[in-house]
């Protein structure tokens, strides 16, 4: 039995697709953050098989919930304060990210210019599609920036 202790402020990442984890820490820039961080993959799950926790100790609002979000919109946020669950947040898709995954298209102007930031909007809220841009290149999520 694995045993992870409890935080005191900060919030859980629950139900993370099993895999998914440390690209959501280095997304969220946990790596440059001064705090305790406890990552579990492939936990057992009833609904999902396996999944993935994030437990971090810090203020919620260095929670940047757009990048969570269009990562995976499923995601539970659990917010702890005085080591208790005081809270769950609502994950909505951002009408537009940026910086946090790449077109895919060879042609398209991102792939020239390289400090050109890429952008996607959200092109179907009911599909969780976005597209790109510059392009209009569907975005395939699994290319992390």
């Not at 935080?7 to 895999?19: N, Q």
């Not at 005081?86 to 895919?104: A, D, N």
């Not at 092109?123 to 569907?138: F, M, Q, V």
């Amino acid at each position: 039995m694995l045993n992870v202790g409890k935080i005191e402020e900060g919030f859980v990442l629950d139900h993370i697709k099993a895999g998914q984890s440390l690209a959501i820490y280095h997304h969220l820039r946990l790596d440059k953050m001064d705090c305790t961080v406890a990552i579990i993959k492939n936990a057992k799950s009833n609904k999902m098989g396996k999944k993935d926790i994030l437990k971090v100790e810090c203020p919620i609002d260095l929670l940047d919930m757009d990048v969570l979000a269009a990562i995976d919109c499923n995601i539970t946020v659990n917010v702890i304060k005085d080591g208790v669950i005081v809270g769950k947040k609502q994950l909505t898709l951002p009408k537009e990210i940026s910086h946090i995954f790449k077109c895919s298209n060879p042609r398209c102007i991102t792939s020239i210019e390289q400090e050109l930031p890429h952008i996607f909007f959200l092109s179907d809220e009911k599909k969780g599609i976005y597209r790109c841009k510059y392009c209009e290149e569907k975005l395939d999520k699994r290319r992390f920036v």
